[in-house]
């Protein structure tokens, strides 16, 4: 999961850190403009060469045998230049849950700390990024012909243009002291770690734990972006710890971060927004409250019910919680809801929406285990719906006794009505996974049938669609899959240090010799998977383990679908679990409830989502059983 506002700390508190300089800040508004308007450009490219390619392939059978291969060189662009957006706006991925609690001049000094830190990963690797792109221009792409530095050269310059922008951030910073404190922070610690190289490599495999737990940790509860602090572990790994080229570790993110499948990830961001833009989540909440309103706690089920209609339309946990959040939760606040217990139930309908295709959980997994993307789609629906009802179980406990007395049913007509207006908006989901499952579309290419059918809804049906929006909508789209697609390149680094060190194997030993077999290896991943989600979020934890887990499932013979759906629901619960759980945050944010007020109703939340998944991870029919 990736959210833009996960960036800013819990409770609204926000460091002032800079000010304004002038034609610094011209500079620098000048230079975001510049990387902002290709990269709309790059979106809205990347949807239609996808979708000529259905329309070329399924309705006039002549394949674009170049479509696939220009998706791909722009997607690299689009990630890195997507990257920088994200970094400009300060909006990368990071967990601030822990520094915020420091006070504003420490929290201060620690967000200039984590620039000063992610300005020298990108340091270090800008030279190498340069030399790869150079070697990469011997190769050349098999249907444009054309040589596939074109490609490669997105790493030099993305890693240059946010070396640019680092610097402009600290030069605009108010106070030169704690600028000054701060390098002087970031060199100490690595000058530490330099003169301590001859005594490193006598360690052997316990430099996983130095660089790879260690340094994480640091980074991570610092409040230094996750992907910086993936970076700065395996860089501090390969060069202090090994004699592999550091070009290498460029080429692992490269790997990571053009994987084709990957795609999908900024266009169903955007389809998540167009949904939202045009009127079409409004639609569907709209009917469904016409159906459950009058009940007991019935806004909560159609809360819990929106939430999963929507997942399988966004993708996108921030663009669900977006959808749903504004249009509900005014009404209910009317009918006596607590604002504590709206964002509780919203955060625990995040997790439990998880696993609803198309979720990026789920399209990351299929890239880096193999796992068929169909499969996951098609074993993901089902989990929803049994964390559903355990949700819907403790909501009617809870409400039990709600005064209903002031509130209207609503009539046949007005329910007819609304199923009507709805319709449209309803089909999406199902429109979507028939297209995968006809054949008709590759999961990635998906995306654009949902984006297409969006605009012409919004265009001709709801007669809503804000064309000054857009612009902002394919930047946005850009920064977010940015944030995530860096995570993913780095911790794609990281996991080949695991691998090449023998740690997967070592791990493969010890997960296969528990005893108990199967059902303990699922206990342990629950427990462990919680954890990771509540610290690393499920796209790293599922790059950095998924190669290492998933053969180890398949030996102890668990099926590969079933202990994906196990694995997505533990993340699920850890992300949105506080005081770690930055998925938490983000609801708090978009609610605009202050944090604390939902700690104590999310408990219980908790508690059901851990019994449904426990019930998932018991009974494997429910993830498999329409495969």
């Not at 926000?14 to 990387?35: A, M, N, Q, Y």
């Not at 550091?246 to 389809?271: C, N, W």
């Amino acid at each position: 999961m990736a959210h833009a506002e996960l960036a800013q700390p819990p409770g609204g508190m926000t460091p002032d850190v800079t000010r304004p300089k002038g034609w610094l800040t011209s500079l620098e508004r000048i230079l975001g403009t510049l990387v902002e308007i290709p990269v709309a450009i790059l979106v809205v490219a990347e949807i239609a060469i996808l979708f000529a390619g259905v329309v070329a392939r399924y309705g006039l059978h002549r394949p674009l045998v170049w479509s696939d291969e220009l998706a791909s060189i722009l997607f690299l662009w689009l990630a890195m230049l997507g990257s920088v957006v994200a970094f400009r706006r300060g909006e990368h991925m990071r967990m601030t849950a822990l520094v915020a609690t420091a006070g504003p001049r420490m929290w201060a000094f620690l967000d200039v700390v984590a620039t000063c830190a992610a300005l020298a990963f990108l340091l270090m690797v800008v030279a190498p990024s340069y030399e790869y792109a150079y070697e990469e221009s011997y190769i050349t792409t098999p249907a444009l012909q054309i040589a596939n530095s074109f490609r490669a050269a997105a790493l030099p310059v993305g890693i240059s243009l946010m070396i640019v922008f680092a610097f402009l951030r600290l030069l605009r910073h108010g106070q030169p002291k704690t600028v000054l404190m701060a390098l002087g922070t970031v060199v100490a610690i690595m000058g530490v770690f330099w003169l301590a190289e001859p005594f490193l490599r006598t360690l052997g495999n316990l430099n996983l734990i130095i660089f790879f737990v260690g340094v994480v940790a640091l980074c991570v509860f610092a409040g230094v972006p996750i992907a910086f602090g993936f970076g700065l572990a395996i860089f501090g790994y390969m060069a202090l710890t090994t004699r592999t080229p550091i070009m290498v570790l460029i080429g692992r993110m490269d790997e990571g971060m053009s994987h084709l499948i990957l795609l999908s990830v900024p266009l169903f961001v955007f389809l998540g927004l167009l949904i939202e833009m045009t009127g079409m989540a409004r639609a569907m909440v709209a009917f469904l409250a016409s159906l459950l309103g009058h009940v007991r706690g019935g806004l909560h089920y159609v809360l819990i019910g929106a939430m999963y209609l929507v997942s399988g339309i966004s993708g996108s946990k921030a663009a669900d919680m977006a959808a749903v959040a504004p249009v509900l939760f005014p009404e209910m606040k009317k009918r006596g809801a607590k604002p504590g217990d709206l964002v509780a139930l919203l955060s625990a309908t995040g997790a439990q929406t998880e696993t609803i295709p198309p979720s990026l959980v789920l399209i990351t997994i299929g890239s880096v285990t193999g796992v068929s993307i169909a499969a996951l789609f098609t074993g993901g629906l089902l989990p929803g719906v049994v964390l559903a009802i355990t949700l819907g179980m403790l909501v009617w406990w809870r409400y039990r006794g709600e005064d209903l007395s002031h509130v209207k049913r609503a009539t046949g007509s007005e329910i007819g009505k609304a199923f009507i207006i709805s319709l449209p908006a309803i089909a999406l989901p199902f429109v979507i996974r028939a297209a995968v499952v006809e054949g008709i579309a590759t999961a990635t290419e998906v995306s654009t049938i949902g984006i297409v059918y969006a605009v012409l809804a919004g265009l001709l049906i709801y007669r809503q669609f804000d064309w000054s929006r857009l612009q902002k909508m394919l930047v946005d789209t850009a920064c977010l899959s940015g944030a995530i697609l860096l995570i993913i390149g780095t911790a794609t680094g990281m996991a080949w240090g695991l691998t090449q060190s023998g740690f997967s194997r070592s791990l493969a030993a010890a997960m296969t010799g528990l005893p108990g077999g199967a059902a303990t290896f699922i206990a342990v991943s629950i427990v462990a998977f919680i954890i990771l989600g509540s610290v690393l979020e499920g796209i790293p934890a599922i790059v950095l383990f998924g190669p290492l887990l998933f053969p180890i499932a398949r030996l102890v013979g668990v099926h590969e679908v079933h202990y994906a759906m196990i694995v997505i629901l533990a993340m699920g619960i850890g992300l949105f679990a506080p005081p770690f759980g930055v998925g938490y945050y983000a609801a708090c944010a978009i609610g605009r409830v202050d944090p604390a007020e939902g700690i104590k109703p999310i408990l219980g939340y908790l508690l059901a989502l851990l019994a449904g998944l426990i019930i998932v991870a018991i009974f494997p029919w429910i993830s498999i059983g329409f495969l």
